[in-house]
């Protein structure tokens, strides 16, 4: 539960960000831009520009690997294969994943740097993490 709750309230610091570029950019879908385009998941109203998936994987993937260090990689990986599945599902662009992976970043560094959101992180993995070994 403690683990969830960094994660929503990641995801809620996140949501605003995602918005306003969204609303920015205004950029279509590729099955808007192009017929041909058939997505292999269920067509999304909101723009493409940034992905909202990619920034929510970069950055629940920057907490987890802070409360799990020695899994660090893969789960970065991980966060990133999220937005490199929604190119490959035909919804967004390359570049629409970049800018997500980027602003999921820079939302994580921001919440990592803020000390309540570090102490609750810290209370987190004292109480539902333990190192693999």
């Known amino acids: 539960p403690l683990t969830e709750a960094l994660l929503v309230r990641a995801a809620a610091d996140a949501r605003p960000c995602v918005a306003a570029a969204k609303g920015a950019h205004a950029r279509p879908r590729p099955y808007a831009a192009d017929a041909r385009v058939d997505p292999l998941v269920a067509r999304e109203t909101t723009?493409?520009?940034?992905?909202?998936?990619?920034?929510?994987?970069?950055l629940f993937a920057a907490v987890l690997a802070e409360l799990a260090p020695e899994r660090r990689e893969p789960?970065?990986?991980?966060?990133?294969e999220i937005g490199e599945d929604r190119v490959?599902?035909?919804?967004?662009y390359p570049s629409d994943v970049l800018a997500g992976e980027r602003?999921?970043?820079?939302?994580?560094?921001?919440?990592?740097?803020?000390?309540?959101?570090?102490?609750?992180?810290?209370e987190a993995r004292a109480k539902e993490w333990r190192p693999v070994r």
């Not at 490959?88 to 967004?92: E, M, Q, R």
């Not at 602003?103 to 810290?122: I, K, S």
Request: hydrophobic share 50%; no cysteine; aromatic share 4%.
């Open 103 to 122: 602003l999921g970043r820079a939302v994580a560094q921001v919440l990592l740097a803020d000390p309540g959101f570090r102490a609750a992180l810290e």
């Open 88 to 92: 490959i599902a035909g919804v967004h």
């Open 47 to 58: 723009a493409s520009f940034p992905s909202g998936h990619a920034t929510r994987g970069a």
């Open 75 to 80: 789960i970065l990986r991980r966060g990133a």
